[in-house]
């Protein structure tokens, strides 16, 4: 991988990182505080939903360090290490997570509360059908990885 490919790929995790923070610290208590305003009557639900989408957020802010971390080892050319697979577990265990928090809220908000319609539907269920869908995806490359790791120990114990 060149040196400007990582670069850019490292500004565009900044930029990511940053804007998950913004969201975080600025624009989801304002969301928070209008909704409250047009919809009083769940106005209850205002701090656990922000809190659980604040968890989210999170969730993706450390597959951001953790992906920064690993571009460092592609950047070393030391990738194939055991110690590469945890990164990436990692990123697993924060997607799963963030997928889950959305079916919790999809499903409480839907069904227990009563609130929202198709579109809410339609949004938690594609959200999750993504999220699935690349936590699978990750698994698959961790193993592919882990088979490359396997590989290389095997080449340099021939060599």
């Known amino acids: 991988m060149t040196n400007s490919a990582i670069a850019l790929l490292r500004a565009s995790l900044i930029a990511i990182f940053l804007g998950a923070l913004l969201a975080q610290t600025l624009i989801l208590p304002l969301l928070v505080a209008e909704s409250v305003s047009i919809h009083p009557e769940v106005a209850y ?11 989210g957020i999170i969730c993706l802010q450390v597959a951001l360090a953790c992906i920064w971390i690993l571009l460092s080892k592609v950047q070393r050319q030391r990738i194939f290490e ?4 945890r990164w990436v577990t990692t990123i ?10 959305v079916l919790g809220l999809g499903f409480h908000l839907l069904s ?8 809410v539907f ?12 690349a936590t ?12 490359a790791i396997g590989l290389e120990a095997e080449m340099r114990a021939v060599i």
């Open 45 to 55: 639900l205002a701090t656990p939903y922000r809190w659980v989408v604040t968890a």
């Open 82 to 85: 055991n110690s590469s697979l």
């Open 92 to 101: 697993i265990c924060a997607s799963a997570i963030a997928t889950f928090l």
């Open 112 to 119: 227990i509360v009563g609130a929202g319609g198709p579109g």
């Open 122 to 133: 339609l949004m938690v269920a594609g959200t999750v059908a993504f999220g699935s869908a």
């Open 136 to 147: 699978w995806l990750l698994v698959v490359m961790r193993n592919l990885l882990a088979s």
